[in-house]
């Protein structure tokens, strides 16, 4: 099955992230299939850059987005309403 999830890249303590399409069996930091964008959480507001076609194309090919990576999506307006616990 495919994901949609957060690659971790950047020096200790100065987290960055590229949001990949992967296997869920693939390590955190494994080959991803696609990498479909990036989020940088230190600058303030957060830096996030989504290419929301490719969302859209993995999402109708059976793909699914991690916890985190739904939050990112839903704050960009690429995903309809999910509810999450506070």
């Given at each position: 099955?495919?994901?949609?999830?957060?690659?971790?890249?950047?020096?200790?303590?100065?987290?960055?992230?590229?949001?990949?399409?992967?296997?869920?069996?693939?390590?955190?930091?494994?080959?991803?299939?696609?990498?479909?964008?990036?989020?940088?959480?230190?600058p303030n507001p957060?830096?996030?850059?989504?290419?929301?076609?490719?969302?859209?194309?993995w999402i109708g090919?059976?793909?699914?987005?991690?916890?985190?990576?739904?939050?990112?999506?839903?704050?960009?307006g690429l995903l309809?309403?999910?509810?999450?616990?506070?």
């Amino acid at each position: 099955m495919l994901r949609i999830r957060l690659k971790r890249i950047g020096k200790k303590k100065q987290p960055a992230y590229r949001i990949v399409v992967a296997d869920s069996r693939a390590p955190r930091d494994g080959r991803p299939v696609e990498e479909i964008g990036h989020y940088n959480p230190l600058p303030n507001p957060s830096e996030i850059v989504i290419d929301g076609d490719r969302v859209s194309y993995w999402i109708g090919e059976g793909a699914q987005p991690s916890d985190a990576v739904t939050r990112i999506l839903v704050a960009q307006g690429l995903l309809q309403g999910e509810t999450f616990p506070a």
